[in-house]
T-cell receptor, first 114, second 118 residues
């Protein structure tokens, strides 16, 4: 069964609204989760590292105020796209890892901003 | 910083034939992992194969094998007896062999779209 649950799988929203995406680790406690962004037929680009109980670490060029990450528990990280605009439309994927073990990916969320 | 380069945007192969996807990388690290991931139209990321840099032996998984050349920083994927279900986008990825919050952080190549024709 799935190790990582990501919801929603698809969301359509109006420009200016905020959207929250959840990533849950089902089988183990994850102190670290990762958020990636993918444009059609392009590579996955790391956006940020989500750290349980502390602030996320953002990659260069990623707007912290636009993409809010909260990792309030050992099994849940959320990515909130604030004041979404059409250019934020993309496929967002989370991943979870446990040191020395395999990496697990969520099934992704397609965000479409109208 | 690490970089991963896949120079083949698209490849095609006939069913039952063999195809090789190329990947080169650049890093100053001595210990790391390399991966090939498959992303079918469902967009779920599926691990194809993993290689630890300290292992000289090339990893194999059924019809999938790699040619890992550490000195040349090359990591190609060979798919034997190609099947229609192999049609997907394939990503080469790099990960530092480090503990803490760095573990799990992947750097991906640009991807190669592989089409298997009947």
């Amino acid at each position: 069964g799935a190790v990582v649950s990501q919801h929603p799988s698809r969301v359509i929203c109006k420009s200016g609204t905020s959207v929250k995406i959840e990533c849950r680790s089902l089988d183990f406690q994850a102190t670290t989760m990762f958020w990636y962004r993918q444009f059609p037929k392009k590579s996955l680009m790391l956006m940020a590292t989500s750290n349980e109980g502390s602030k996320a670490t953002y990659e260069q060029g990623v707007e912290k105020d636009k993409f809010l990450i909260n990792h309030a528990s050992l099994t849940l990280s959320t990515l909130t796209v604030t004041s979404a605009h059409p250019e934020d439309s993309s496929f967002y994927i989370c991943s979870v890892s446990r040191v020395g073990e395999k990496l697990f990916f969520g099934s992704g969320t397609q965000l479409s901003v109208l | 910083a690490q970089t991963v380069t896949q120079s083949q945007p698209e490849m095609s192969v006939q069913e039952a034939e063999t195809v090789t996807l190329s990947c080169t990388y650049d890093t100053s690290e001595s210990n790391y992992y390399l991966f090939w991931y498959k992303q079918p139209p469902s967009r779920q990321m599926i691990l194809v194969i993993r290689q630890e840099a300290y292992k000289q032996q090339n990893a194999t998984e059924n019809r999938f094998s790699v040619n890992f050349q550490k000195a040349a920083k090359s990591f190609s994927l060979k798919i034997s007896d190609s099947q229609l279900g192999d049609t997907a986008m394939y990503f080469c990825a790099f990960m530092r062999m480090a503990g803490g919050t760095s573990y799990g952080k992947l750097t991906f190549g640009q991807g190669t779209i592989l089409t298997v024709h009947p």
